[in-house]
Each structure stands twice: as structure tokens, then as C-alpha cells.
């Protein structure tokens, strides 16, 4: 009997040692693969860019890169809210005039030299300085930096500035942290970019690549990766980055495995991912992003300045046929300047016209149109500014608007769009976290001017960091936007990333900005 | 001959400063703005104008002329407006990638062309003679750019023989280089070994026609010796004119061919400069083009007398 028992008991060890393999091999199994250092990306840029010194261009291209190099004071999340990262904490007075940043003690530049406070104050004010800085009127609003001591920075505000975070976290060009020595051996001109971010400079060869690689010695912040916020873990040790302006040439190297990731992935080729690519170990992520495009009107223009014509035209054209014909489906419905991954936005913003052709007749009788010629002007230099303005066109016509396709140089448009010089032009405008700032392309058709309430809630706006009165006021302004249609918005166009599947922890962010620390290579 | 040598390169002067003047006029005139560019679309109009008083482009246009064509003179082309790289240097680092591919392409354009124009005039008539015709029509009419990214597709992308993208120079590593150049010589020599080959074809049709071949094929030589010691020779003088132009054309077809291959040479960077309106790489980089193709046409006059010793340099 005992010897039945002790084998009974024998058998039950036995199963429950099998039991216990069986479930730790399962578990290997079922846990996420563990990153792995080492190897290196190549990144497709689809233009080279053209410095590298961080605050001289507004280049988005310039960011992308620099952006692995350098490290702003603040940035944004991926729900976009302002987190440190050069700083290990940071508040503001009571008054927003004063900003105290505590910086991350023992933070090292690229060179081996120590972040201090001093450096902070050289690169703020080389951000304030338009000589050196292509967006130094973000920084008019600054009087005075100090350095308190060597690790605590003071910003000094000449009013009520409780927007000025948004300045220093601004997406491009990265408001970059530099070393105030190694510039100044520079003489000024940036040649040898040294910062403080997980990937340090190596080289660029015009047109050829630019290389980074692992920074061994980086101390940045703890805490999950969010946005660019968080820790920033560089496992790949090198990170080339190549110029290719040809999309479709960019989609044949990612398909060859000449490139590793294609951050700008074509539209139009997302049919031949879903058949084929998807089946050859590549990878497309979407994110809506926060570029907002649609067609600005000029106000102050001939047959534009009439308000019952702009609704007239509100109720002609479909935001949805406008954003299907410029990005195939691939953007998010969106008729407001706040894209739908901003903090701000509410379901109030997806408020607009339903298309109705009737009305829309019927408005553009009432408003005196006499079949005067409207120019809808546009670039062929983005494609999808073209391709939304054709959309336009065709659905001005429909509704009896003599209208004409005016495509023209980007440079050209850029000029008319500046000086609210066209009667009608699709345009895509540059992310704008803060929507108090997206807002401000009102002014170019000259709306403010002609509407100042506009303005006068705007600038309410960029006085209060209150969040939710900010939020109202926000409201307000796309309310005022529904009844003037100084716009007709269609849409945020959705980031396509493409990636090789043996690229792990890359996550597409509504800013579009490609972050690579914390991505690892299983090849 | 060194008389000659010297006047040519006197006309010179007038050509370039013509070329100058050309240059910097349309650049201005065409409409837009490096300062808008270059700050990007969230600039304001102060800011547009700020930065073009500091680029000098509120001055009067002849000033700002006479200015650029001052420091050219002392080999100063200016320094770009987006990149603050000196001109020239850009042009120094960037002319041996287009050296290298167009001279790629003239040697691939005159293997296909000579051979193919002796035959198609030799098998005058005959099924050869019309597949050539056939032949050099496909390659006067297929645009340079859809047969880039055609060569891309069926020899990279389906074949993987070549790269798609990236450069190696040739002067780095031969081998490798010649790789990343075959393409992209190939898809620009197609052109003009096409109206080479037909200008060859033709200039032997009528050579061939000429009593000295019956003379020479009458003494009992051989068909080959006729044709490549006495009737090419000949008929290769045209030929040479065509040669020299395309060539120089070939600097202007680099522009298309290194932006869809990727590569770094002096046309794709001319591209750019002009979508940023970056005035002083655009006239540097055009006047540095035409000399370099006024040059190319005195090679091409002067190579004239090695294969027509009737032709005198005076």
C-alpha cells in the first residue's frame, strides 16, 4: 500500500514538475520578446537637410534628426501635454511671469562636458536671438534668463506669458539645449552638432547620409516613453539616416531591405501593402497627425469677401470628398484647426456644414454672384494640396462657380498665403499643439482683421492657462469659424510609417516625428 | 593652333557674361521668395521681411547684380542662403558624382551607338537596319525619369543586382561605386547614344556612298578595314558635333537621373536650390554648368582636326 502511495506520490511530483516546465516554457513564450542593443537603422529622410545647427532652419527634416541629438528644456507628450526632459522638474509663478527649470543633475554633453545652468541660459537666448534662431519671435515675450545656480535656471517673462511652455517644447526646429563652449569654439557656425540626447553626431556627407550613433554615457529621465517625454533608451548603436526624395524609390529600398524605415510611407502604395508588402515582413502603422488641411479663403478678396458666398461654398464642398481625394481615405474628418489628438478637443469641433447642394444654390443666389471668375490656387509641390484643390474645383463648378485651377510654385503660394492674397488656395498647416497659435492663421486671409472678435478671444486664449477656459474659448472660435467660413477644413492627414517587421518598439506620434530611442532591431 | 586656343577662349568671356546676366535675371524673376522658404509657413510677414534685409534682397536688383558678378570675378560665388556652405565648395564636393555619371554615360552611350550606327548603315535596309531604327525611336522617346524608376524596379528591386538608393564614389571604392553608378549611367546614356547612333548612321550612309570606299574596296581591302579606317574616320566628324552637345546636355539630364537615384552630384542640388529659391546656389551652380559645357564644345572643335586633317585652326 505504501508502495502504491510513494508511487502515486512519486507520479504526482513528476506531473506537477512537467506542469511547472510546461509553464514556464509557455510563459517564455508568451512574454514580450526582450529588446535587444545593438545594430543599425537605416532611416529614409525625404529630403537631405540643411544644417545642423538646430534653431536655424524650421525644417521639419532638420528635427527629425537633430531631434536624436539635442534636447529641449520641455516637449510634448503623445496626448500633448508638457513634460521636462533637459529639466528634472520645472514651475511657473503664479503670474506666469517667471519659469524656474531644476536641471537633471550629472547630465552629460555629447563632449564629456556637464550640462549647467550656464549653457541653458546661452542656448535660450540664442533662442531668443533671430540671428541665430528661425523662431526667435517665440521668444519676444522673454526679458530676462538667469542662472540662479548651477543646476536651477530662472526664466523672467516681461508679461503674463502662460503659453510660453509650448515655446520651449516647440516641434521644429528642436529649441535645442546646446554647449555653450563647444559653440563658441565653433565660432558661432555649427559644423560638429554636440548635444545632450541619446544619439550623438558623427557625420553628414550632403546628400549622401547623415550618421549618428549611441551616446554610452546618456542620463536623461526615468518613466515610461510618452510622446518625447519619458525615457529616451538608445539600444541601436548606429542610425543612418538617408535622403531620398522619390517616394516611390523610398518604398523600393524599404521593400529591399536598403532602408529599415520609411517615416513619410506614399498613400497611394497602401493598396500594394495590404496585397503584398504586408505578406514581405513590412510593417505600416497610422497615427492621425496634427497638420490640418483644407482651403483657405480670402476674405478680403473680390466675390471671397462675401459672406453668403463662403457658405455658399461651406455647404457645396464635402470635407469628406476633399480629404478622400487628397489622402485616399488615409486622414482623419476633422473641420477644425484642433486636430483630434489634441488635449483641447472636444466633440464640439466636429461641428460643420452637412453638404447640401440646395443651400447651397440657393446662398450663392442670395449672395449676388455673377459668375465672375474665383482662382483656387494651388502647388503641386505637396501633391495632396493639389490633388484637395482639384476636389475643390470640381465642386465649386457643381455648384455654378466659374472657377479655375491656378497651380503654382510652392514658393508662390507660400507668398499669397502669407499676404492673404488668393481668393481661394488649399494649404496644410504646420502641427500647432497649441491651438491658441493654430488659430493665428486666421490672421493670413486677413479674418482678423476683418472679424477682431476672433482675434480679441485668441489673444484671451494666450492669457490664461486655465485649461478649461482655454477649452471654451477654443469652442468659441470654431464657432465663429461655422458662421464666417474664413476656411473650410477637411481633415488631420494620418502618419503612415513603415517599418521592416525586425523593427521593434517604434511607435508613430501625432507630431511626426520619428523617435528612435527605445526601437531595437531582431535581425 | 595656340592662336586659336586663345581666341576661342577670349569668346568665352562674352558667352559666360551673357550666361551671368541671363541667370540672375530669371532667377529674380521668377516669382517667390528665399526669405518665405526659408522660414517655412508659420512665419510672419515682419519676420519675411527682417530676414530679407538681412539677405541683402531689399537692395535695388542691379546693385545686388553687380555685387554677385564682383565676387564671382574673385572666385567667390557666395554662400547659400539656406545652408550658409560656401558655393563653391558645395560645387567641389558635388561636380565629381556628376563627373563620374555623365562621363559613365557618354562611355556607355558610345559602346551602344558607334557599333550599332556602323551596322545599321552597313545592313542599310535590311531587318537589322529597321529594328535599330525601332530601336534608337524607344530611346530618343522614353523619359528618362519612368525608365529610371523602370531600371529600378526589374533590376534592384526583382533582380537585386543593383542598389536602389545610396552612393558609393568611385574614387573611394571602384568596384562598389560602379554599382551604384551603372544604373543611373545607363538610364541617362540611353538618350544620346539613341541620336548618336542615328547621327552616325546616317553620316555613314553617306560616306559609304562616297567613290573612295568603291576605291578602297576596288585595291581588294577588306570590309572591315573599309569600314573602321576609311569610312568611319570620315563620317565620324558629325558625329563628333553630336557628341559634344549631347554631352553637354547630358549635365542638364543628370538633374532628373540623380534625384530619382539618389544621388549626390550637382543636379539634384541645383533642384533644391531652386524649389528654396537659394539665389546664389542657382547662379552658381548654372554658371559654373555653362562653362563647363563652353569648355566641352572647344574640346570638341578641337578634336575636330584629328579625325578631318583638311580642317585648319587659324
Redesign the interface.
Known amino acids: 500500500m505504501s508502495a502504491i502511495r510513494s508511487k502515486m506520490k512519486m507520479r504526482g511530483v513528476a506531473i506537477c514538475l512537467v506542469a511547472a516546465l510546461v509553464l514556464l516554457g509557455a510563459g517564455s513564450l508568451w512574454a514580450a520578446p526582450q529588446p535587444k542593443a545593438g545594430g543599425e537603422i537605416k532611416v529614409r529622410l525625404n529630403?537631405?537637410i540643411?544644417?545642423v545647427d538646430p534653431l536655424?532652419?524650421?525644417?521639419m527634416v532638420n528635427a527629425v534628426v537633430l531631434n536624436h541629438v539635442f534636447e529641449p528644456l520641455l516637449a510634448y507628450t503623445t496626448n500633448l501635454k508638457i513634460v521636462p526632459v533637459v529639466a528634472q522638474s520645472w514651475e511657473a509663478s503664479k503670474d506666469y511671469k517667471t519659469y524656474t527649470f531644476h536641471l537633471i543633475k550629472g547630465k552629460k554633453f555629447h563632449n564629456g562636458a556637464e550640462l549647467t545652468s550656464e549653457d541653458v541660459k546661452f542656448s535660450v537666448e540664442r533662442m531668443m536671438n533671430?540671428?541665430t534662431c528661425?523662431r526667435a519671435?517665440l521668444f519676444t515675450g522673454v526679458a530676462k534668463v538667469e542662472a540662479v545656480d548651477k543646476y536651477t535656471v530662472r526664466i523672467l517673462m516681461k508679461k503674463s506669458s502662460p503659453g510660453f511652455p509650448n515655446s520651449l517644447a516647440y516641434v521644429a526646429p528642436v529649441m535645442a539645449i546646446m554647449c555653450k563652449a563647444e559653440v563658441e569654439k565653433q565660432g558661432g557656425?555649427i559644423t560638429h552638432p554636440v548635444g545632450t540626447g541619446p544619439f550623438k553626431f558623427m557625420e553628414w556627407?550632403?546628400?549622401?547620409?547623415v550618421i549618428l550613433e549611441k551616446f554610452a554615457g546618456y542620463k536623461g529621465q526615468s518613466g515610461a516613453r510618452d510622446g518625447m517625454g519619458g525615457e529616451r533608451v538608445a539600444y541601436l548603436d548606429k542610425v543612418t539616416f538617408?535622403?531620398?526624395?522619390?517616394e516611390?524609390?523610398?518604398v523600393?529600398?524599404l521593400?529591399?531591405k536598403?532602408?529599415d524605415l520609411v517615416h513619410s510611407f506614399p498613400q497611394k502604395y497602401m493598396k500594394k501593402y495590404k496585397s503584398d508588402y504586408s505578406k514581405q515582413g513590412m510593417v505600416v502603422q497610422e497615427v492621425a497627425g496634427l497638420v490640418w488641411v483644407g482651403a483657405h479663403f480670402g476674405v478680403t478678396r473680390p466675390v471671397v469677401d462675401n459672406l453668403k458666398f463662403r457658405q455658399a461654398c461651406a455647404y457645396a464642398l464635402s470635407i469628406k470628398s476633399m480629404a478622400k481625394a487628397a489622402f485616399m481615405g488615409y486622414a482623419t474628418i476633422n473641420p477644425s484647426a484642433i486636430a483630434t489628438a489634441n488635449q483641447y478637443y472636444t466633440p464640439y469641433f466636429k461641428e460643420w456644414y452637412a453638404p447640401d447642394m440646395a443651400k447651397a444654390k440657393q446662398l450663392l443666389k442670395e449672395s449676388g454672384y455673377k459668375g465672375q471668375e474665383v482662382v483656387v490656387d494651388t502647388t503641386k509641390?505637396y501633391s495632396y494640396m493639389y490633388r484637395m484643390a482639384v476636389a475643390v474645383h470640381a465642386q465649386l463648378k457643381a455648384l455654378g462657380v466659374n472657377a479655375k485651377l491656378n497651380v503654382?510654385?510652392?514658393?508662390?503660394l507660400?507668398?499669397k498665403?502669407?499676404?492673404g492674397q488668393s481668393q481661394i488656395h488649399t494649404?496644410g498647416?504646420?502641427p500647432?499643439p497649441d491651438p491658441a497659435?493654430a488659430y493665428?492663421?486666421l490672421k493670413r486671409n486677413k479674418f482678423m482683421e476683418v472679424y477682431p472678435e476672433a482675434e480679441k478671444l485668441r489673444q484671451e486664449a494666450m492669457a490664461t492657462a486655465d485649461f478649461k477656459v482655454r477649452q471654451k474659448i477654443f469652442e468659441k472660435i470654431h464657432k465663429i469659424c461655422i458662421e464666417q467660413v474664413p476656411w473650410v477644413i477637411s481633415c488631420n492627414y494620418n502618419y503612415l510609417n513603415a517599418f521592416r517587421d525586425y523593427v521593434h518598439g517604434y511607435q508613430v506620434l501625432s507630431t511626426g516625428m520619428p523617435r528612435l530611442w527605445g526601437v531595437w532591431l531582431s535581425k | 593652333m595656340l592662336k586659336y586656343i586663345l581666341k576661342r577662349i577670349i569668346y568665352l568671356i562674352p558667352t559666360i557674361g551673357m550666361v551671368a546676366v541671363m541667370v540672375f535675371l530669371l532667377i529674380h524673376m521668377?516669382?517667390?521668395?528665399?526669405a518665405?522658404?526659408?522660414?517655412?509657413?508659420?512665419?510672419?510677414?515682419?519676420?519675411?521681411e527682417?530676414l530679407r534685409d538681412?539677405l541683402g534682397l531689399n537692395q535695388p536688383l542691379y546693385q545686388q547684380f553687380f555685387l554677385w558678378v564682383g565676387r564671382v570675378l574673385t572666385g567667390d560665388f557666395g554662400v547659400s542662403i539656406?545652408?550658409?556652405?560656401p558655393v563653391l565648395t558645395?560645387i567641389a564636393?558635388?561636380f565629381p558624382v556628376t563627373l563620374s555619371l555623365t562621363t559613365l554615360a557618354l562611355v556607355f552611350s558610345l559602346i551602344v551607338s558607334i557599333p550599332s550606327g556602323v551596322l545599321a548603315a552597313v545592313k542599310h535596309n535590311t531587318k537589322s537596319d529597321y529594328m535599330f531604327m525601332l530601336g534608337t525611336i524607344l530611346g530618343v522617346s522614353v523619359p528618362g525619369f519612368w525608365l529610371g524608376?523602370l531600371c529600378?524596379?526589374v533590376f534592384?528591386?526583382q533582380l537585386?543586382w543593383f542598389?536602389?538608393?545610396?552612393?558609393v564614389a568611385i574614387w573611394e571604392n571602384f568596384w562598389e561605386g560602379l554599382r551604384y553608378l551603372l544604373l543611373p549611367a545607363v538610364t541617362l546614356g540611353l538618350f544620346m547614344a539613341a541620336v548618336v547612333a542615328r547621327m552616325v548612321r546616317s553620316s555613314m550612309l553617306e560616306v559609304l556612298r562616297l567613290e573612295y570606299v568603291t576605291h578602297a574596296r576596288a585595291k581588294g581591302l577588306s570590309e572591315w578595314k573599309v569600314i573602321n579606317k576609311h569610312a568611319l574616320k570620315n563620317a565620324f566628324a558629325p558625329a563628333l558635333t553630336t557628341i559634344g552637345i549631347q554631352y553637354g546636355m547630358l549635365l542638364g539630364g543628370a538633374v532628373i537621373t540623380e534625384?530619382?537615384?539618389?544621388?549626390?552630384?550637382l543636379g539634384?542640388?541645383l533642384v533644391?536650390a531652386i524649389?528654396?529659391?537659394d539665389y546664389p546656389v542657382v547662379q552658381g551652380c548654372i554658371l559654373f554648368i555653362a562653362l563647363v559645357y563652353v569648355l566641352i564644345n572647344l574640346v570638341v572643335d578641337l578634336l575636330y582636326g584629328f579625325f578631318d586633317p583638311r580642317i585648319e585652326y587659324k
Do not use: C
Not at chain 1, 205 to 209: A, G, T
Open positions: 529630403t537631405d540643411t544644417s536655424a532652419s524650421p525644417a533671430p540671428k528661425a519671435k557656425q556627407k550632403p546628400d549622401r547620409h538617408l535622403p531620398i526624395s522619390e516611390s524609390v523610398a523600393m529600398a521593400v529591399n536598403e532602408v509641390k503654382i510654385d510652392w514658393p508662390v507660400l507668398k498665403h502669407l499676404k494649404f498647416a504646420a500647432m497659435l493665428a492663421y | 521668377i516669382p517667390g521668395d528665399p518665405l522658404v526659408m522660414l517655412g509657413n508659420d512665419a510672419t510677414p515682419q519676420d519675411v527682417a538681412a539656406h545652408s550658409k556652405v558645395s564636393d558635388r524608376l529600378l524596379l534592384s528591386v537585386g542598389p536602389s538608393t545610396g552612393f534625384t530619382v537615384f539618389s544621388l549626390p552630384g539634384k542640388y533644391v524649389n528654396m529659391r
